[in-house]
């Protein structure tokens, strides 16, 4: 009777001892899946360094602006336009001065007339210089100021088929302005303020809307090739505020209000 007291006893307590045993390794197990812990080398973290944006890296920045009257700044009666809105802007944001080193845009400008001065070397030795390039271009190819636009008694109803007609070919030579300022500084930010559709309120269908956005995805595609090519985005800015935001001038260009969130916009990218 005292052996079999002993043996159950030994079992008794060896159950016990592999139980503790068991619940220790399972706890450890769990703790290792729950709460895991990196062992030798694997302990020390390392960080890859931030680089620097372009912003950050420049003791100073440099603007070159181009194009047609949009960056011209028509419409604004402080005549910053967006251009010298965005050197205030960018200098308060970055602490750094900023200067504006030649804004070559003329107001009526196609596609095809800046084509031929991206080919002057002045222009090219100009974009050379800047840190910053921005651009607005295409309005007047697609526009026309207007030419063939309107239809109806009082030629106030919108055509679309008058801008569908001019999208390909000035399409064709956006690819080429586009490539040669790459060329002549293929290191430069590029910033492209996309077209808004003018006439939004003459043309209830919006089929005009169609048009601009092929335009601009089609410019997206091309800048999309390029590291440093941005396209703004500002249709959405004036399709909910197109009277807040265009000049009662001509109802064609911003005012100053919206030269100030087309600014607003390109300073937001930059950062």
């Known amino acids: 009777m005292r052996s079999t007291r002993l043996m159950w006893g030994a079992i008794g307590l060896t159950a016990s001892i592999s139980t503790i045993v068991f619940a220790v390794g399972f706890a450890y197990a769990a703790n290792q899946i729950w709460f895991p812990k990196a062992s030798g080398d694997l302990n020390v973290v390392t960080t890859t360094p931030k680089k620097e944006t372009m912003i950050e890296s420049k003791s100073k ?10 960056t011209a700044g028509t419409g604004d009666n402080t005549g910053k336009g967006y251009v010298g809105r965005v050197r205030e802007k960018l200098e308060k944001e970055s602490g750094k001065p900023v200067f504006v080193l030649n804004n070559l845009a003329i107001p009526g400008y196609k596609s095809d007339q800046l084509l031929s001065d991206l080919a002057l070397k002045k222009t090219q030795d100009a974009l050379a210089q800047a840190d910053i390039i921005l651009l607005t271009i ?35 030579k956006m690819e080429k302005v586009i490539k040669a300022i790459n060329l002549a500084n293929p290191n430069a930010t590029v910033l492209y303020v996309g077209l808004y559709h003018p006439f939004l309120d003459l043309d209830p269908k919006k089929e005009g809307s169609l048009i601009i956005q ?20 500002t249709y959405d800015l004036f399709e909910q505020n197109l009277i807040k935001y265009l000049s009662s001038a001509d109802h064609f260009h911003p005012n100053g209000d919206g030269y100030e969130r087309i600014a607003d916009r390109i300073v937001q990218i930059l950062k």
């Open 61 to 70: 920045l440099q603007i070159v602006a181009l194009g047609d009257s949009l």
């Open 138 to 172: 295409g309005g007047n190819d697609i526009f026309a100021g207007g030419d063939g636009l309107f239809t109806g008694e009082n030629q106030t109803e919108f055509n679309p088929e008058g801008a569908l007609k001019r999208i390909e070919p000035a399409l064709a």
């Open 214 to 233: 092929r335009w601009n995805n089609s410019v997206f595609e091309m800048m999309n090739r390029y590291p440093h090519m941005v396209i703004v985005p």
